[in-house]
């Protein structure tokens, strides 16, 4: 099994521009999940869904849009890209509840807003 | 509001000193626990994690957890660190079970000398 896979790795966007994180999983996770990650404020839940076809917003939503139209895959757009949105984006997928079960991450995509 | 708090932001050790981590959570009612960990260059990994039962969690590598109710604390130990345990740790706390939602602490470095 691959796990959870990324890509890109690494990303510089203009201010403006949109672009796509994408993010799959190979293990029939139901849950699957987008932080990210800045210097001194550990990880942060952008969006979650708990199955295909249902999202839901976490702690910090603005600027990014996702759907999940199928099990494997869970893409996260950034319609157009501010410098606040640099940071390391980790996609995450668990079987049961992100909250309680073992979240199994993905190697993270670096990004940075020009 | 729901917090996580990890109070090292650095701990520098020498090869075979004691090792612990503190973490401590804001919420009185139940909560679900975890520390993950992130290697260099590599993504986030589960450590341990404890939902209820003995206090006293044991992960991989020889890491363990004491959840002390009383304290709100969850603290990582480890008796004797190696080189290799050089990373990033990240103390996790549920709030509301799997309704809830799950808050990350800002992490602390770990840098072991050899």
């Known amino acids: 099994n691959a796990g959870v896979t990324q890509t890109p790795k690494f990303q510089v966007l203009k201010t403006g521009q949109s672009m796509t994180l994408q993010c799959a999983q190979d293990?029939?996770?139901?849950?699957m999940s987008w932080y990210r990650q800045d210097p001194g404020m550990g990880l942060r839940l952008i969006h979650y869904?708990?199955?295909?076809?249902?999202?839901d917003q976490g702690e910090v939503p603005n600027g990014y849009n996702v759907s999940r139209s199928t099990t494997e895959d869970f893409p996260l757009r950034l319609l157009s890209a501010a410098p606040s949105q640099t940071s390391v984006y980790f996609c995450?997928?668990?079987?049961?509840?992100?909250?309680?079960?073992?979240?199994?991450f993905g190697p993270g995509t670096r990004l940075t807003v020009l | 509001a729901q917090s996580v708090s990890q109070h090292n932001h650095h701990v520098i050790l020498s090869e075979a000193a004691s090792l612990e981590l503190g973490c401590n959570y804001s919420y009185g009612g139940t909560v679900n626990l975890f520390w993950y960990v992130q290697y260099p260059g590599q993504h986030l990994q589960l450590l341990l994690k404890?939902?209820?039962?003995?206090?006293l969690v044991k992960g991989i590598k020889g890491f363990e957890a004491e959840f002390i109710k009383s304290k709100f604390s969850f603290n990582l130990r480890k008796p004797s660190v190696q080189w290799s345990d050089t990373a990033e740790y990240f103390c996790?706390?549920?709030?509301?079970?799997?309704?809830?939602?799950?808050?990350f602490g800002k992490g602390t470095k770990l840098s072991v000398k050899p």
């Open positions: 404890y939902f209820s039962g003995d206090p």
């Open positions: 869904s708990v199955g295909a076809g249902i999202t």
């Open positions: 995450a997928s668990s079987w049961g509840s992100l909250n309680t079960d073992t979240q199994y």
């Open positions: 293990m029939n996770h139901e849950y």
């Open positions: 996790a706390v549920n709030y509301g079970g799997s309704q809830g939602n799950l808050i």
